[in-house]
């Protein structure tokens, strides 16, 4: 009878480790923020009183960096151009996870390829927002926010979050 008593609790104890675990690691995972402008020429200034940099049009995907001024968004665009939007004219459109989120130092040198066989693709500007896929040795698998992919240098990028 108490080993039987004694089984159950080690199971239920286990069965309560197996489940909450992944619950744990995933609160762990923090995300940053993709949002869509749902209004037609929306200002982005840059502070929440301050002037006008550009005008964004409906549909556009930005970066949402993690700061408010009020009812300011600061966000991104795909340009790598930063300010502040009304957070009115924004929606959620998707996350990905913050420590996939990289921008570049300076302008950097996009390859097809890492390693022995180089070929470049492009230059991307200092300041332009992407995603890391994967790294490798002192190489990064990433696409950008304009939809370039390929191979960079870590020592060219840095992390957002």
Do not use: H
């Not at 197996?18 to 929306?42: E, G, R």
């Not at 040795?137 to 240098?153: E, H």
């Amino acid at each position: 009878m108490k080993r039987n008593l004694w089984r159950s609790i080690l199971c239920l104890a286990l069965v309560l480790v197996l489940t909450l675990a992944p619950l744990s690691a995933l609160a762990a995972t923090k995300t940053a923020k993709i949002l869509k402008v749902n209004v037609d020429k929306a200002r982005m200034r840059e502070s929440s009183s301050g002037e006008i940099i550009t005008t964004l049009n409906k549909g556009t995907k930005v970066l949402y960096l993690n700061k408010k001024e009020g009812a300011y968004c600061k966000v991104c665009t795909t340009d790598g151009e930063t300010g502040y939007v009304y957070q009115g004219f924004l929606s959620s459109y998707g996350a990905v996870r913050a420590d996939q989120v990289y921008v570049t130092k300076s302008s950097i040198t996009l390859y097809k390829k890492s390693g022995n066989s180089l070929r470049k693709s492009s230059t991307i500007k200092e300041g332009v927002y992407m995603l890391v896929y994967k790294t490798n040795g002192s190489w990064a698998q990433v696409k950008s926010m304009t939809g370039k992919s390929g191979y960079v240098r870590l020592s060219g990028i840095k992390k957002v979050f």
